[in-house]
């Protein structure tokens, strides 16, 4: 029992004694190797994904509840979009969109031509907002890590470094991933930025760290020069709140005679772009669809 907490995947935050530079530690093994095995990803899409959705989970641990972050590149390259959505409660959800999935594994070499040129889009939803904030730059090295801190220096000038650590086995499957974001606030001594900086540019592998120590708290020791205040612990998982109930419930919005020739046609298969789980319409889904839509158009 003891061992599977140590091993869940987790997310810590904590602040410095001044309170101006935040931390957050997150190691998402089982989280990102998820969604790799959801949407059969080879190495290269499932690097960028996991990366996107590690990102997504220290941006969002700032946020309350079920608060959320959405963090997108659209772009030009192989990969043209990636998605990744992270709710402050530890629930992550994404996926990957090719522009020519064939010419994936012969691009290893290049990685520019993965993401091509594009932007990245954050969209944050909050409790006190009716519209998601959204912020958007330009793409830089379309590496992710450069993209997300040069995304925290433009759209909310806060200086921050992120590490983004993710590995595979011989079998191409992810086998470690860690994150890492800091950010200073206003404030805050340049000594202290400076010690920090210092210290993180040691980092050889944020999972051999992490993994060296009982805990994320303990690997803070590491990794910061002086003592922190944790704030928060919270477990994250892949996790989508699609059901078939809520596909039906969009269906009801169709025509009848689109429900007819869906029937006719035999196209029962329902596939969420989040998570990639399939569902399938039987004869009485359709009739009670039907029955429904007719029902209300009456
Ligand atoms: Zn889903």
Same mark, same amino acid.
């Given at each position: 029992?003891?061992?599977?907490?140590?091993?869940?995947?987790?997310?810590? =935050?904590?602040? !410095?004694?001044?309170?101006?530079?935040?931390?957050?530690?997150?190691?998402?093994?089982?989280?990102?190797?998820?969604?790799?095995?959801?949407?059969?990803?080879?190495?290269?899409?499932?690097?960028?994904?996991?990366?996107?959705?590690?990102?997504?989970?220290?941006?969002?641990?700032?946020?309350?509840?079920?608060?959320?972050?959405?963090?997108? =590149?659209?772009?030009?390259?192989?990969?043209?979009?990636?998605?990744?959505?992270?709710?402050?409660?530890?629930?992550?959800? +994404?996926?990957? %969109?090719?522009?020519? *999935? %064939?010419?994936?594994?012969? !691009?290893?070499?290049?990685?520019?031509?993965?993401? +091509?040129?594009?932007?990245?889009?954050?969209?944050?939803?909050?409790?006190?907002?009716?519209?998601?904030?959204?912020?958007?730059?330009?793409?830089?090295?379309?590496?992710?890590?450069?993209?997300?801190?040069?995304?925290?220096?433009?759209?909310?000038?806060?200086?921050?470094?992120?590490?983004?650590?993710?590995?595979?086995?011989?079998?191409?499957?992810?086998?470690?991933?860690? +994150?890492?974001?800091?950010?200073?606030?206003? +404030? %805050?001594?340049?000594? *202290?930025?400076?010690?920090?900086?210092?210290?993180?540019?040691?980092?050889? !592998?944020?999972?051999?760290?992490?993994?060296?120590?009982?805990?994320?708290? *303990?690997?803070?020791?590491?990794?910061?020069?002086?003592?922190?205040?944790?704030?928060? !612990?919270?477990?994250?998982?892949?996790?989508?709140?699609?059901?078939?109930?809520?596909?039906?419930?969009?269906?009801?919005?169709?025509?009848?005679?689109?429900?007819?020739?869906? *029937?006719?046609?035999?196209?029962?298969?329902?596939?969420?772009?989040?998570?990639?789980?399939?569902?399938?319409?039987?004869?009485?889904?359709?009739?009670?669809?039907?029955?429904?839509?007719?029902?209300?158009?009456?």
């Amino acid at each position: 029992m003891k061992q599977d907490y140590i091993n869940r995947d987790r997310i810590v =935050t904590a602040l !410095s004694e001044s309170g101006k530079i935040r931390f957050a530690l997150i190691r998402n093994v089982k989280t990102v190797l998820t969604a790799q095995k959801r949407h059969n990803l080879e190495i290269l899409p499932a690097f960028y994904l996991a990366r996107a959705l590690t990102a997504a989970s220290l941006m969002a641990s700032s946020l309350k509840g079920e608060e959320r972050i959405i963090l997108e =590149t659209i772009s030009d390259g192989l990969i043209n979009k990636i998605y990744a959505e992270a709710m402050q409660n530890g629930e992550v959800r +994404g996926f990957v %969109e090719f522009n020519r *999935k %064939e010419d994936i594994s012969k !691009s290893l070499q290049n990685t520019k031509d993965i993401l +091509g040129d594009g932007i990245l889009r954050v969209s944050k939803i909050l409790y006190n907002k009716g519209e998601p904030i959204v912020g958007i730059v330009e793409l830089q090295k379309g590496d992710i890590v450069t993209d997300v801190s040069y995304y925290f220096a433009q759209s909310e000038q806060i200086p921050s470094a992120v590490i983004l650590d993710v590995d595979f086995d011989e079998k191409g499957l992810i086998s470690k991933s860690a +994150g890492l974001l800091i950010q200073a606030m206003p +404030g %805050e001594s340049i000594d *202290k930025i400076l010690a920090v900086h210092r210290q993180i540019t040691k980092i050889n !592998s944020l999972s051999e760290i992490i993994n060296s120590q009982p805990s994320l708290e *303990k690997a803070f020791e590491l990794l910061v020069p002086f003592p922190v205040k944790k704030l928060k !612990s919270m477990q994250v998982d892949f996790f989508c709140r699609c059901s078939k109930d809520k596909f039906i419930s969009k269906l009801m919005t169709l025509k009848p005679e689109e429900i007819i020739d869906m *029937k006719k046609n035999n196209n029962n298969e329902l596939v969420c772009q989040y998570c990639n789980e399939h569902y399938y319409l039987e004869e009485e889904d359709f009739n009670k669809i039907l029955s429904i839509i007719i029902a209300k158009t009456n």
